[in-house]
């Protein structure tokens, strides 16, 4: 191995055991990451240097030996933006070098997308003037799009947005001062569940999350799995109904035709008072038969999906986000016994379901985590502080 790609590599060990785990120490430093003490006190002296790491020298016990110290990642050291384009909006989220979000704004939709550029600037520089922050220190920007997106960031197709072979990046380009990094708003996702969810302690597993459509990600060997072309994760079109219910994407029988927020909604007309998701949440919550029996089904029909999953890729674990794990209470038995009658008996024995925490908060995570993961990258396209 190259020495220099090898002092990136623990470079970036150690900068995200200090993110993971602010207030560790040196020593500790060495022992989480198998790093020796010298190369650890190398680079901790590099991150001093630039400003990306503080260290905290705690109070004297009156005992032999340095006081305890601590290192956690500079609040100072720049800043982290999401941006995603949502069905409703664009929402900007602004994170510290940790990948934490602490702020965000929303702003209308660009009604075309050569407009794009100029609307994520000016959404850029609004939330940093309400944080009390500069453009100039945003180290990088992540955006999430709702469609396939390809492995050099452009927007091939999005039947919810009717917008299709759009090169974002490029309209980005040349209207923020920082390297962006373009990718699908369920990739974005698997990775926040990664580095901050329910799945930090694993190598392996899949997501299934969405909203107004159902999608997700492949996690092997500690990497997101893109494909070819960068178009992997389209679990909400693995087909649950033979000739069934017509998707979006403008063929029958997908999960995402029975399970979205939209989906749910037009199959609960018939219930008096539904007219949006969070009515079929009140409903279900109230014990209404019709809609506890609709979200009974539509576990099954998601069963079906996880079984096949479960049958290719014997993953560990497989976590649920967004309105998934939010109908998860009505909808767990029965996606469970589908499950048992559809996967093979022996990797159905050996796997898990969790249960996002991060998916359905206020701010949403993916944007700055895509930010954070080319931030860190090892193959940067641009000058990272390592």
Request: aromatic share 6%; hydrophobic share 40%; proline share 6%.
């Amino acid at each position: 191995m190259h020495p220099s790609f090898l002092r990136q590599f623990h470079a970036s060990q150690i900068f995200h055991a200090i993110r993971a785990q602010p207030g560790v120490s040196q020593r500790e430093l060495s022992e989480l990451t198998g790093c020796d003490k010298s190369t650890v006190s190398v680079i901790i002296k590099r991150f001093e240097g630039i400003g990306l790491v503080e260290r905290t020298m705690g109070a004297s016990s009156g005992r032999r030996g340095r006081p305890s110290e601590s290192l956690r990642i500079s609040e100072l050291s720049g800043l982290l933006m999401g941006v995603h384009l949502e069905f409703e909006c664009l929402r900007f989220v602004a994170a510290n070098v940790d990948g934490r979000p602490f702020a965000s704004i929303d702003r209308p939709l660009p009604t075309t997308p050569s407009e794009l550029g100029d609307d994520v600037r000016n959404g850029l520089e609004a939330l940093c003037n309400e944080v009390g922050r500069s453009l100039s220190e945003i180290r990088a920007v992540g955006m999430t799009l709702p469609g396939l997106v390809g492995s050099a960031g452009g927007l091939a197709e999005s039947s919810n947005l009717s917008w299709d072979t759009v090169a974002v990046p490029d309209l980005l380009r040349t209207k923020i001062g920082a390297p962006v990094y373009v990718d699908n708003d369920s990739n974005a996702s698997t990775l926040a569940e990664h580095l901050f969810g329910v799945a930090a302690d694993l190598s392996d597993f899949i997501m299934l999350d969405g909203s107004r459509g159902i999608g997700g990600g492949v996690f092997i060997d500690g990497r997101l799995y893109r494909g070819r072309s960068g178009f992997s994760g389209e679990m909400g079109h693995i087909k649950v109904v033979k000739d069934g219910r017509m998707c979006g994407c403008g063929a029958p029988g997908c999960l995402s035709a029975y399970i979205c927020a939209p989906a749910l909604v037009a199959r609960s007309r018939r219930v008096p008072g539904i007219s949006k998701f969070s009515d079929i949440l009140a409903a279900a919550e109230a014990g209404n038969p019709d809609v506890r029996y609709l979200l009974e089904e539509a576990g099954q029909f998601l069963g079906v999906a996880m079984a096949t999953l479960i049958n290719v890729f014997d993953p560990p674990a497989i976590a649920l986000g967004g309105i998934i794990a939010q109908i998860w209470p009505y909808i767990e038995n029965s996606t469970r016994q589908t499950i048992q009658q559809n996967a093979m008996r022996t990797p159905a024995r050996e796997y898990e379901i969790r249960i996002s925490t991060i998916s359905n908060s206020q701010i949403p995570w993916g944007g700055v985590t895509l930010a954070l993961e080319g931030f860190s990258n090892l193959h940067p396209t641009d000058p990272l502080p390592w």
